[in-house]
């Protein structure tokens, strides 16, 4: 079983519509946790780091939930250029600081 | 813009060849790491180094060597190249305290 789990997709949604991506990671002890954006044939850049308080900026909310393991973004108002790799990202402490990637989601959005 | 360098950015080379991928920060992070990622495809990681004279390998199994002599510098090398190794290779530095991770923009690795 992979360290952190995503749903591949890819999203395929048109303009102005609601989407959400889910993550699961399986080590309980893992610290922080975070979402990035990788663009075609770019590299990954940070989109926001998430909080067991739940975390807003701007069209994008993220959300934790430790009992369960489980990490969420929500795109609300989806822009063309929204259309990207999301990637669940955590990290553990476990005898040296380790980041681990999720496979990424891929989302489309279209005119 | 993030300080974290990678040479070359493109690559071709001929199979059994040896080859070093450059990578280089200038931010003084402790923390850097290598990742192999295929077109389309997840992040995998490879090696990564808590600081000086430290490298640990990956979950990915790799043919490839790391060393971490200065906490700036921290060189990939291939010692036998393979068409097998074709791939983008990338990057990344954090800093302790801080967990945002830092990408160079990647080298593409095609093995002839």
């Not at chain 1, 990490?71 to 380790?98: M, P, W």
């Not at chain 2, 813009?1 to 402790?30: F, N």
Request: aromatic fraction near 12%; hydrophobic fraction near 30%; glycine fraction near 8%.
């Amino acid at each position: 079983r992979k360290e952190v789990e995503q749903d591949p997709g890819p999203f395929n949604v048109p303009e102005g519509a609601t989407v959400a991506f889910n993550c699961t990671y399986s080590n309980s002890a893992s610290q922080s946790f975070f979402w990035y954006r990788q663009d075609c044939r770019k590299e990954p850049k940070l989109l926001m780091s998430v909080y067991s308080s739940g975390n807003e900026d701007g069209r994008f909310t993220a959300q934790l939930n430790r009992a369960s393991q489980y990490i969420s973004l929500l795109i609300r108002d989806s822009k063309l250029s929204d259309s990207a790799t999301y990637l669940c990202v955590v990290g553990q402490n476990t005898g040296g600081f380790k980041t681990i990637f999720g496979a990424g989601t891929r989302l489309f959005v279209k005119a | 813009e993030a300080d974290i360098y990678q040479t070359p950015r493109y690559l071709v080379i001929g199979t059994g060849k040896k080859i070093t991928l450059e990578c280089s920060q200038t931010m003084g992070h402790d923390k850097m790491y290598w990742y192999q990622q295929d077109p389309g495809m997840e992040l995998h990681l490879i090696h990564y180094s808590y600081g000086v004279n430290s490298t640990e390998k990956g979950d990915l199994s790799s043919e490839s060597t790391v060393s971490r002599i200065r906490t700036e510098h921290f060189p990939l090398t291939l010692e036998s190249a393979r068409p097998s190794h074709t791939s983008q290779y990338l990057c990344a530095s954090i800093m302790t305290g801080n967990t945002e991770a830092f990408f160079g923009q990647g080298t593409r690795l095609t093995v002839v």
